[in-house]
C-alpha cells in the first residue's frame, strides 16, 4: 500500500478526470500491444467507473481484443466473482480494492478510426474524440 491515505484525498469530480486519463492509457497500451499479446489493465479502485467502465467503453472502438477471464489466472484465490473481471476486496482477500482485467490482442493492430466512416462522432463519455486518443496513444 503505497499511499493509502489517497482515498481521502480524492473527491466525485476527481472521477471525471481519472476516467479520461484511465481510457488514454488502455488505448495506449491496447494499441502497442502485438496479435496474441496479453494486456493487464489493473486499478486500485473498486469504483464501476474506473474499472469496468472504462474497458467496455475503450473495447467499444476495438474489435480484435478478447477480454479473458481472468479468474483462470488466480486459481488459488476464493470470492472472484462472476467474472471475467476479478475486483479483490480488503475483507474478503486482504488487499487493497484491486481491479484486474486481462484483454488479448487477436489480430494485428489496426487504426480503430479506419473502421468508423464519420469519425468526427466518434466520442467518449466526457466528449473527447476517442479516434484522436488512439491516434494521440500510438
Not at 489517497?6 to 488514454?24: C, F, G, I, M
Not at 479502485?45 to 479473458?68: F, G, N, R, W
Request: hydrophobic content about 35%; some cysteine.
Amino acid at each position: 500500500r503505497r499511499r493509502p491515505e489517497s482515498r481521502w484525498r480524492r473527491n466525485r469530480e476527481d472521477v471525471s478526470e481519472l476516467t479520461s486519463l484511465q481510457r488514454r492509457l488502455l488505448a495506449t497500451g491496447l494499441s502497442s500491444v502485438r496479435s496474441g499479446g496479453v494486456l493487464a489493465y489493473v486499478t486500485c479502485s473498486p469504483h464501476i467507473a474506473e474499472t469496468i467502465d472504462v474497458v467496455e467503453e475503450v473495447l467499444l472502438h476495438i474489435d480484435d481484443v478478447q477480454v479473458l477471464d481472468a479468474r483462470e489466472f488466480l486459481p488459488n484465490v476464493p470470492d472472484l466473482g462472476p467474472g471475467p473481471h476479478v475486483q479483490l476486496w480488503p475483507h474478503l482477500h486482504g488487499t487493497d480494492a484491486m481491479h484486474l482485467t486481462l484483454m488479448r490482442r487477436d489480430s494485428p493492430i489496426e487504426s480503430v478510426t479506419s473502421k468508423c466512416p464519420d469519425r468526427s462522432r466518434l466520442t467518449d463519455r466526457d466528449g473527447h474524440q476517442v479516434h484522436q486518443l488512439v491516434e494521440d496513444s500510438r
